[in-house]
């Protein structure tokens, strides 16, 4: 079968869909994966696996109605000259728009990962209501055609059933992305005890509050580290700016890694992964770190908590809530010995639960290839 894989950023496509399309590939089908402005090496890499790259113009964020009309007509332009019998959307404009151009061209299966809610669900500010309402508008419009839609969490998909977004009957509950546990594998821990956070450096993902934590930990243990490691969203509304940034690592709580496109460096250099994030379908970083034997602390909202198993492999806190987000913290400087039993249990949660050849094998299970 001819299968598209739709995302709005060209470097997920080898991140997060990689393994699903060298499975795909693996299994004789013909992929052609899609996405904004690849570099030559995400070209080649695709390449590599197999697959072929399409460059589709996608504006991530934001809501231009010229130019998203453009977008439609490009892409239901691609489906017909192409005729894939099989389209996979994933992130919200890929989904939505994706399903409508599908549709308008007749593809057989049109599948969607439900991978967040992103912007419009994470924030409370008059913007995001707008947004909000527009985009659970077009969700409702564009999922009715879908054959398939993946939830990496079981509170994202009861939401979009109670909304009338999906029917049950089309909807598969999967175990986030999934993790490679060969490349993410078991590191030994540092010597002293320090804690990371990886993520875009937008609001929603609790940068605030681990600054916040850190600014109290360090006071008191001067030898700790805090580290973020991710770029800047300058896009997004809710983005971290580099002012704000720089005032936290002025005042010596945090230490600014950049962003990285191998994490595992990161990871090893590492105690515990900290993620105080608002919501996420199902955090890959969490994933990573657990893989490589690292305890999680994180929020017990949807998408997170179920990456953590109470006191077995790290704590869950409230969101928004940096004083709690450094008790948890602070428990394992103040018991060190809980690092290593915690990481052991979080390597064998990731093995049982998360094993990237596991979650891909379901996908495309539940689409009949």
């Given amino acids: 079968m001819k299968m598209v894989v739709f995302g709005s950023l060209a470097g997920s496509l080898v991140n997060f869909r990689g393994a699903l399309i060298a499975e795909a590939v693996s299994r004789g089908h013909h992929v052609i994966a899609c996405a904004p402005g690849a570099s030559r090496e995400i070209v080649e890499t695709l390449q590599g696996m197999g697959a072929r790259y399409q460059d589709i113009p996608l504006q991530r964020t934001g809501l231009n109605p010229v ?17 894939p019998d099989i389209l996979i959307g994933y992130t919200i404009k890929p989904v939505i728009y994706g399903s409508l151009a599908g549709k308008g061209a007749g593809i057989p299966k049109i599948c969607s990962m439900i991978t967040g809610l992103g912007y419009a669900y994470g924030q409370h500010d008059w913007k995001a209501r707008i947004v909000h309402r527009i985009v659970e508008r077009l969700y409702r419009v564009s999922l009715k055609h879908n054959h398939r839609v993946f939830f990496q969490n079981p509170d994202d998909l009861q939401l979009f059933a109670d909304r009338g977004f999906v029917d049950q009957r089309q909807c598969v509950l999967v175990n986030g992305s999934g993790v490679d546990l060969q490349y993410f594998e078991p590191r030994p821990l540092p010597s002293d005890i320090s804690f990371l956070l990886i993520a875009r450096l937008i609001r929603a993902k609790g940068i605030g509050e681990y600054a916040e934590a850190a600014g109290i930990l360090k006071r008191k243990y001067k030898n700790v580290s805090f580290r973020i490691v991710g770029g800047i969203d300058r896009r997004n509304p809710a983005a971290i700016m580099p002012d704000e ?37 199902t955090p890959r970083t969490v994933l990573e770190a657990m893989s490589m034997g690292r305890p999680i602390i994180t929020t017990d909202v949807p998408g997170c908590r179920e990456t953590v ?7 869950l806190v409230p969101p928004r809530n940096a004083a709690a987000l450094a008790g948890a913290m602070e428990t394992f400087i103040l018991n ?34």
């Fill in 245 to 281: 940034l720089g005032r936290w690592m002025e005042g010596g709580s945090i230490e600014y890694c950049g962003s990285m496109s191998d994490v595992r460096e990161a990871i090893s250099a590492s105690s515990v992964y900290v993620l105080p994030s608002y919501r996420e379908g």
């Fill in 336 to 369: 060190p010995e809980y690092v290593s039993k915690m990481g052991e249990n979080s390597r064998k949660i990731a093995i049982e639960k998360y094993d990237v050849h596991k979650v891909n094998s379901t996908i495309l299970s539940a689409i009949g290839i």
């Fill in 67 to 83: 130019e998203d009309i453009y977008t439609l007509a490009r892409l239901r332009d691609f489906f017909r000259k192409t005729q």
């Fill in 309 to 315: 198993c109470e006191g077995l492999n790290g704590f």
